[in-house]
């Protein structure tokens, strides 16, 4: 199984990254939103884990390239700091499947992932 | 009649001597002044964490208001650009000043736009709006365009500013980049004051030439290759970082660069809106808004912000630098004589004794006496033999203040953000230092003098031209405002 | 007689001594006796007394010796030009003043070299007034310290260089053992060699600043690991000692520190600093405060002197939320302090306490035009139709600002008892946001509020089909 994360933070990349690799995921990482459209053109991801406020390309526009304009039915969970009603509704609408805020728990992170990966 | 020519040459003389001294102390004062205000920003920064702003409530609403015109070329770029700006609660709204490209077409096929029924509330008069349109995409649901006839730019801020029902506003110039955080910082100000309200706040404008852009994001800052560029990088840090932070301290801060500031709304509206018949739109509408402030007795502050927030693009010609610095010179002329009764007011508090008077002396009239000064010496060597050694001990502290000056200029920003970080760059940065008093100072002089000349001729034309018809006159105002 | 070693220099006057001639001194210098006779006005009968001063000009040089060791040697006196200099040789318009700056050159001059140019200046700087002098101790100033502030430059992008390659050293290695510890079970000690390593300041400022800057991101259990790890490492001493800095910005990144990683022993510095002057250093403080103690996290709002700004308030509310424990607002829903007061509005409504809708209600009656409109937030975040009555009796009396958001907030309130309202604002104002809002409201009000809205629609004038119209679409 593999999943991109993208994420901008390094110490977040690490973190994120051992994590879903003890759990005995393929994990591949983007660190800016052009980074991340050009691994999602290039291959194909089980999973598709991305922050919101990314340099160049931003989370919501990515969520609608993966949704509207390649039509990818990829499950895409949202992990960002902007925790407010309106951008949970926003990601949400625009295909979104899951939504974590920060400060989370990589736990909790790591069954969210499962739960979306076995529904495929 | 020798008498009295020793006479004129003794006023003369000395008045330029006091004034030189006047101007380099004050240049002094000010430099410390910034110092002070850069390092206190500088340590206030090294905690903060702006990120909590974003999904706080307490975070206010802006509208990013950009006028465009003829930008075809690099409007989607600017456009996305400003889109993926760190915020929450915002919107974009870009105004077409009638532009005779086909931006408006780019836009709104690439952003996938329709014109909606939008009712435009003119609390600020305006040129006439064409059409409103908004995405049929909800992943660009912040944008807004307007497109209307043309008036200039403040005109279309005038447009943004009715369409908008936010709090704040950020007029920005469309071609200018935005550092991903800019927003985050610039509103941290209206936050921190509980005693009086903060009614503007202006960042540090950076030169983007020669820049490394991707995607409408600095990547790699380098000194710009053209030397005329490469002056005003200089010209550029000096005037924020060691002037224009001392007048935020002051409280008596006349302008905030057109290409990045962000302001109430409310009290923009109050105070009557950007004046479209100025050139310098931004500065007149800073001294009105505080004249505003004062005379209904409210306490208020203008803060300034050294952080690099925005980087645009300098003029690299010199026919173009001209007619920037000319109009510069024309509309600090329009501001100081519009507002002259601030002029050593002290009903107007730091405002009228000292920002109104030192920008009228300094920065108005320093090109003259500087200009006159230099024909006085030339008259001096005509008539006989000059006091040479003087005169060289006089140059030489003019040209070694100016030195020093810049090289602290060039300190200051090693100190604080460290933009340029090959060391070859910041040795160009000393050698241009050492040559801009031979070479871009007396064209800046220059420049400034031909403004005072176009405005004087535009208005003394004014007179003419009422007895002769409208159509020269619009002649004269297109040569004047190009 | 004295012994001369070098010929004098140019320029220079000598004095004579007991018994000597002219032609003697010409031997002495290799001078021509009648040159010294015509820089001296002297006829060929003229005889020398012991102490007169003679110009001595031109004449070889030998060396460069200074101008000291010779005046020494050859009892010469540095020489000041007098009276002959008020006859200004320049002749030209020279402003009064200036008559007693003195041209340098009224001799001619045969040869000179570097000495002399040296003893110009000197003699040019003792010469000048006051005024000269300040202007040439300038110039040397600004040029010194030019030159001082670009090495100045240099070095400090040295340093930097060295700080920044040991950062890079050691951030990969931390974040993998960061990484490391929080995954791992059986963390319960630090290896010695990094606790070695942690005494050198640059190693202990990335390791901290990683830990801390994965905390504030994360949760849980692996949250309280990173503390552990934190205390562990002893960087809790450290954090301690930042308080205790001399500087008001060290001090706050240690409250910060104190605050993040939950160290309880700072809870008696934090309290020092709660009323703080410099008001950054209050914030943090009242922050750090929050985050250790968790069971009464706002007591210190109970001071009436208390002042808080809208930045405090903003990371009041961040820290609350990441404690979880949300305090009832209803206490300092009373108080007197204006601000405090404000708060107390606002997380009401935000965190939707409803029992103290009550005590919201009232203050719509609060003279301050702030407070009612905070209050008047309030109630439509907390979306209960109740005091809608209310709203509608004060709206008449309210200015613009606080007449919009009356609107706004009977819009979220979902109460058919408003049409009559919105119908009445619709027809009736001035202003164009507020109509607008109204036909918002009135759209949200479902089947009965979109029928009133049709119904207006039809006998509307145009300007209010245009507001209307523009009520509608939901992009706007």
Known sequence: MKILVCEDDFMMIKAIEHKLKSEGYEVEVAVDGNQAVDKINQSNYDLIMTDLLMPFVGGLEIINKIRNEMHLKVPIIVLSALGNEDTIIEAFKLGADDYITKPFSPNELSIRVKRLLIRR | MYDIIKILVYLIENGIFIYAIAIFSSYILMAIMSGLETIKYMRKNSFVDYSVIIPSPYSPSITILAPAYNEGNTIIENIR??????????????????????????????????????????????????????????????????????????????????????????????????????????????????????????????????????????????????????????????????????????????????????????????????????????????????????????????????DPLCWTEVPEKLKVLGRQRNRWMRGTMETLLKHKTLFFNPKYGNLGMLGHPYWTFFEWFGPIIEFLGVFYFILVIGMGNPDWPFYALLLGFTYLFSVFYSSWAVVFEEFTFASYRRKRDVARLIVIALIEPFFFHPLTVWFALRGNFHYLIGNISWGKMEKKGFADKKKVKQLIKS | ???????????????????????????????????????????????????????????????????????????????????????????????????????????????????????????????????????ILLNLFFLTFAVILTF??????????????????????????????????????????????????????????????????????????????????????????????????????????????????????????????????????????????????????????????????????NSLKKIGNIPDFGRWLKSSNQSVLLFAIKMSGIFKQFDNLDLITQQLNNPDRGIRYEAICALGKMAVPSPGGELQQLFPKEELDNRTEIVRSLSMMADDLNIPFFEKVILNETDVNIRILSAKGLI?????????????????????????????????
């Open chain 2, 81 to 306: 650009s400003l889109l993926s700006i760190h915020y929450s609660d915002f919107e974009v709204v870009i105004i077409n000043d009638g532009s005779k490209d086909d931006s408006l077409e780019k836009i709104i096929t690439h952003y996938q736009l329709e014109k909606v029924d939008f009712i435009v509330n003119y609390v600020i008069p305006t040129k006439p709006v064409r059409g409103v349109y908004k995405s049929t995409n909800k992943a660009y649901k912040k944008l807004t365009v307007i497109d209307k006839e043309n008036g200039g730019k403040a005109d279309s801020l005038n447009a943004g500013v009715n369409i908008s029902n936010k709090k704040y506003f950020a007029a920005i110039d469309v071609d200018c980049i935005l550092e991903e955080d800019s927003i985050l910082k610039m509103i941290k100000p209206f936050l921190e004051n509980s005693s009086y309200r903060v009614i503007a706040t202006g960042g540090v404008v950076r030169v983007a030439n020669s820049c490394q852009v991707r995607d409408g994001k600095i990547v790699e800052v380098n000194l710009p290759t053209n030397i005329i560029a490469r002056f005003q990088v200089l010209e550029y840090t000096r005037a924020f970082l060691m002037g224009r932070m001392a007048w935020s301290r002051l409280n008596g801060l006349l302008i905030i660069s057109g290409a990045f500031g962000i302001f109430d709304r409310e009290i923009v509206v109050k105070a009557g809106g950007y004046d479209s018949k100025t050139v310098g739109e931004d500065m007149e509408l800073i001294v009105r808004m505080r004249r505003y402030m004062i005379e209904n007795e409210l306490k208020y502050r203008i803060v300034y912000i050294p």
């Open chain 3, 1 to 135: 007689m004295l012994c001369i070693e070098s010929a004098p220099v140019y320029g220079q006057r000598y004095i004579i001594v007991e018994g000597e001639t002219i032609y003697q001194i010409s031997q002495r210098y290799h001078l021509n006796i009648d040159s010294i006779r015509k820089w001296n006005n002297l006829n060929q009968s003229d005889t020398l007394i012991k102490g007169q001063r003679l110009v001595i000009s031109g004449g070889k040089i030998k060396t460069a010796t200074s101008q000291f060791v010779i005046e020494k040697k050859i009892n010469l006196v540095p020489d000041t030009l007098q009276k002959s200099a008020n006859t200004s040789q320049t002749g030209s318009l020279v402003n009064p003043q200036k008559r007693n700056f003195l041209p340098l050159f009224s001799d001619p001059v045969k040869s000179v070299s570097r000495s002399t140019y040296y003893e110009k200046v000197q003699q040019f700087y003792n010469k000048s007034n006051f005024l000269i002098r300040i202007i």
């Open chain 3, 444 to 476: 949200l009000l479902s089947e009965p509020g979109r029928e009133k809205l049709e119904a207006l629609f039809l006998e509307a004038d145009p300007m209010l089909k245009k507001i209307i119209i523009h009520a509608k679409d939901d992009r706007i």
């Open chain 3, 152 to 317: 100045v430059i240099l070095f400090r992008r040295l340093w930097e260089g060295y700080i920044e390659s040991r950062k890079n050293e050691c951030q990969d290695k931390y974040r993998e053992f960061i990484t490391d510890w929080i995954y791992s079970d059986h963390s319960d000690h630090v290896p010695e060699s990094l606790l070695k390593e942690l005494k050198d300041w640059v190693n202990r400022e990335v390791f901290a600043s990683e830990i801390l800057s994965l905390h504030a991101n994360l949760m849980g259990e692996s949250a309280d690991k990173l503390i552990e790890l934190f205390n562990l490492a002893g960087l809790p001493n450290y954090s301690i000692r930042k308080v205790d800095s001399w500087f008001w910005h060290v001090k706050a990144k240690g409250l910060r520190e104190l605050a993040q990683m939950k160290i309880t022993e700072g809870n008696q510095i934090i309290f020092k600093y709660l009323n703080a002057k410099n008001s950054i250093l209050r914030i943090e403080a009242q922050l750090a405060w929050i985050q250790l103690n968790p069971d009464d996290p706002l007591s210190f709002y109970d001071d009436p002197k208390i002042q808080l700004t809208e930045w405090g308030q903003l990371n009041t509310l």
